[in-house]
């Protein structure tokens, strides 16, 4: 009796001890990173409508209007969220409406108000109307009405392109030399905003940038007492997280803030210039609602014209490439295998649903995966599916509540150009990185590159200062290729994908040769297990795949679905010879022993994404 009671585990068992401060830590480590997530996705949230509400015909009439906007887009970018995680590409990745939404909003709404000034030191307008035949609606509600119509019908063709298989095609057919310059362009497009807001307050954008260099980078190795717990599987205790550079943004975004706060409450002025807009910006929660339960039609329903079918197109093509850029760089920093064509051609469908959804809610912008985010895990070595879906649900609760959702716009502006500068740095350097995988010394590459680049950053600077407007005769036609035209990330994936499939060349010249770091040596069948294993990662879950008819399921593996099992995981040779070239390589470097490194594991995705590297 005694013995029985004896190995029966009770309260004071060291087994239960250790796995209920493991799950708690593992729970407080996921909040964290999910309060991080969320500090870069409202950031960009606030920079998107601070850079479109005034090109609008007039300002909102009533000041909560801006705080209404802003929950509504949180509410759609939360729900999109847990369809990207869950449904989508199966990668943590979270979903913000992206400056390929913002400059054709900006054409569009430019177009109906030909007064509205949108100077922003050449970040992506000019003050006059671009397309010839401009009209003063008079009335802001009824251009942002077309607006959301123009991100409904964007969502309609993302969601086309990801059933039909055009995204994963599209994917499996860029290599080094169309991703190194086009994620390259995805991080130099926004330098522009970023010194924009950054002018507001050099001091404070340099603090904080300060802040996250030291301690993502100098203090990286520094362990503080946070968290530490027992390996059930090892007996060993695990050193405590590299807690600075794990919060790298969060920490200096807080602190900055909370010094801002000091300084306000003391009159000491700090900001250097004139920052009216964010005044305004920031008052605008005094008389919103603390409950708003957001619903299709609730403001108003989508317009549908002509114009917005265009910019709709506009939309749809710039957020795809964006799209993809952005799931090939979460895979390579989170050292995943390559992104399947049917986890690409799902993540695009779940983007899809979320525009659309923003669309009927009357947002001004759709969903799309955030490069910031993304940024950041690279930046911090830091991320999981449970961090980024508690961050989802936190955009759920904050979209239910303007009043809780305006009080991110008392943001400082220099905050978030901080905040576009560490983050977007890491998109610039992970796309040079790939240049490793070409023959850059061969003149084919140095053009390909060089035009593609060039004519990305010059096209978008000439159309914005230009006296004369594009004129086709037809104005749906000029708006959509002035949308098309203004977005960097469109003509450099455009011309890159162009050249590098038609321009001849060797499979070693363009990069489809190169030995990639995660491959295995020949005979090791252990490593290759680890990524058939990692693989899985990409699949829909089972539950939903036994829950799916078989007629369905049938149509779905089409384009949404591995076609075999032996395709996912395969044999040692199987793995040699079907790797993907120039994608999973170790861009971070490697960690000394007990160090902490993102991984995804399939079969428990909802565990923080760390392991311990023996």
């Not at 969220?81 to 979270?94: A, D, E, I, N």
């Not at 251009?143 to 409904?152: C, D, K, P, T, W």
């Not at 990286?220 to 919060?247: D, I, K, N, V």
Request: hydrophobic residues 45%; neutral net charge.
């Amino acid at each position: 009796m005694n013995g029985g009671r004896g190995r029966a585990p009770g309260a004071g068992s060291p087994m239960l001890t250790s796995c209920s401060s493991q799950k708690m830590c593992s729970w407080m480590m996921s909040c964290c990173l999910a309060l991080q997530h969320l500090a870069v996705q409202t950031s960009l949230l606030c920079i998107f409508h601070l850079l479109l509400l005034p090109t609008l015909p007039q300002e909102p009439p009533h000041a909560h209007t801006t705080s209404k906007l802003l929950a509504r887009s949180l509410f759609a970018c939360g729900i999109s969220t847990v369809l990207q995680t869950t449904l989508g590409s199966r990668l943590p990745l979270v979903q913000i409406p992206s400056f390929e939404y913002l400059v054709p909003a900006m054409v569009l709404s430019s177009h109906l108000s030909p007064g509205a000034s949108t100077d922003r030191n050449g970040t992506a307008m000019a003050s006059t109307c671009l397309v010839p035949h401009c009209r003063d609606t008079g009335s802001w509600a009824d251009s942002l009405q077309e607006v959301s119509g123009a991100v409904l019908i964007s969502g309609l063709i993302q969601l086309a392109l990801g059933v039909s298989g055009v995204c994963g095609w599209a994917a499996r057919h860029c290599g080094p030399m169309v991703l190194a310059p086009s994620l390259s362009i995805i991080g130099l497009s926004a330098y522009k905003e970023a010194a924009f807001f950054c002018s507001t307050s050099w001091g404070v954008a340099l603090l904080l940038m300060l802040l996250a260099v030291t301690f993502s980078q100098h203090l990286r190795s520094c362990r503080l007492p946070f968290c530490a717990w027992p390996h059930a599987w090892e007996g060993s205790t695990e050193y405590s997280a590299p807690t600075l550079r794990t919060f790298s943004v969060l920490l200096p975004f807080a602190g900055v803030c909370i010094v801002c706060a000091i300084l306000s409450y003391f009159h000491i002025p700090w900001e250097s210039l004139d920052v009216t807009m964010g005044q305004s910006w920031a008052n605008s929660t005094s008389n919103a609602p603390w409950i708003h339960i957001p619903y299709a039609g609730a403001w108003r329903w989508p317009l549908l014209t002509a114009r917005a079918l265009a910019v709709g197109i506009a939309m749809a093509m710039g957020c795809s490439m964006n799209s993809v850029g952005c799931y090939v760089l979460c895979g390579r920093l989170l050292r995943a295998p390559r992104l399947p064509p049917h986890a690409c051609n799902r993540g695009l469908c779940m983007e899809g649903l979320g525009s659309l959804l923003a669309g009927l809610l009357g947002s001004a912008g759709g969903t799309a995966s955030s490069i910031a985010n993304t940024c950041a895990v690279g930046l911090t070595q830091a991320g999981s599916h449970r961090s980024v879906q508690v961050s989802a649900l936190l955009c759920m609760l904050l979209g239910l509540s303007p009043r809780l959702a305006g009080l991110l716009t008392h943001v400082p502006l220099a905050v978030h150009g901080g905040v576009l500068c560490v983050t977007y740095a890491v998109a610039v350097g992970t796309g040079i990185s790939y240049f490793q995988y070409t023959d850059i010394d061969s003149g084919r590459n140095i053009f390909i590159v060089g035009f593609a680049m060039f004519m990305a950053l010059l096209v978008p600077r000439w159309f914005g200062t230009a006296l004369a407007p594009l004129a086709t005769g037809w104005v749906p036609l000029d708006l959509l290729f002035l949308s098309l035209f203004m977005v960097p990330v469109f003509l450099t994936g455009f011309l890159s994908f162009f050249l590098d499939n038609t321009v001849s060349g060797t499979l070693e010249e363009r990069g489809l040769l190169s030995e990639q770091p995660w491959k295995a040596r020949a005979g090791d069948c252990h490593l290759h297990g680890e990524r058939g294993e990692a693989r899985q990662a990409y699949k829909l879950p089972a539950g939903l795949r036994r829950l799916l008819p078989s007629s369905c399921n049938a149509f779905l593996c089409c384009f949404l679905c591995p076609r075999s099992e032996e395709e996912e995981e395969g044999s040692c040779a199987t793995e040699e010879e079907t790797a993907g070239p120039g994608e999973g390589t170790h861009l971070l470097p490697k960690p000394s022993s007990g160090d902490l490194q993102p991984a995804i594991r399939p079969s428990q995705t909802d565990m923080p994404a760390w392991h311990t590297v023996a």
